[in-house]
């Protein structure tokens, strides 16, 4: 079955540093990809997503590569701040929903 | 709308116990999808419905688990004679139809009902 599979974590940094979070995935097919990211006391909300190959998702100065060859789909930022800490998920989605997700990584940002 | 509402958002049970839960969807969303996450690991997906209809179901949903969705508007997730393994937050998210120009990956999680068994 398809799976999602992330960089060990939790991951501390200092504001303004360069994050990268890895992310590979094994799917039957072309399935989407995404990254969603969960706030503390929050739901899930939809960071970035990727529908096809060599696409780049981005928001909120968060970028991620569709790599089929790699099957990757890491997740970077040039300059973090302090708000960005939560808990990031990267996840793969059939045509019809399913998703499936990684294991989620902590990011903690100090001042 | 004030997004995906989950009730209750805590639940503490004896083992043997059973329990539901309630998820109100965005009031447009035809799409309605339960996970499960356990402590230090991703949502894995449970089931899901379009309107009323329950499309598929994971093997994860054992026969003490049932969905509903019986008017295509709110859902319960009922877990029967509860175990100490059921423990976890249970997700509700849902998606806009494709006709309305949503896509069913992009999903609206609830903030998700937390249940111990004891």
């Known amino acids: 079955g398809d799976s999602v599979t992330q960089m060990e974590g939790p991951v501390t940094l200092s504001e303004e540093a360069f994050l990268t979070i890895n992310c590979t995935y094994t799917a039957t097919g072309y399935p989407s990809l995404f990254w969603y990211v969960q706030y503390p006391g929050e739901g899930l909300q939809l960071l970035l997503k990727a529908t096809k190959a060599d696409d780049k998702g981005s928001n909120k100065g968060f970028e991620a590569t569709y790599r089929k060859e790699t099957t990757s789909f890491h997740l970077e930022k040039g300059s973090v701040q302090v708000s960005d800490s939560a808990v990031y998920f990267c996840g793969s989605g059939t045509s019809y929903g399913k998703l499936t997700f990684g294991q989620g990584t902590i990011l903690t940002v100090h001042p | 709308d004030t997004g995906v509402s989950q009730n209750p958002r805590h639940k503490i049970t004896k083992r043997g116990q059973n329990v539901t839960f309630r998820c109100d969807p965005i009031?447009?969303?035809?799409?309605l999808y339960w996970y499960r996450q356990t402590l230090g690991q991703g949502p894995e997906f449970l089931t899901y419905?379009?309107?009323?209809?329950?499309?598929?179901k994971s093997r994860l949903l054992s026969d003490r688990f049932s969905a509903e969705r019986p008017k295509g508007s709110f859902s319960t997730l009922e877990i029967q004679r509860t175990e100490q393994g059921d423990s976890a937050m249970y997700l509700c998210?849902?998606?806009?139809?494709?006709?309305?120009?949503?896509?069913?990956?992009?999903?609206?999680f609830g903030p998700g009902t937390r249940l111990t068994v004891l």
């Open positions: 009031s447009e969303h035809n799409r």
């Open positions: 998210a849902s998606s806009p139809s494709i006709l309305a120009g949503g896509s069913y990956n992009e999903q609206f």
């Open positions: 419905f379009q309107n009323e209809a329950q499309l598929e």
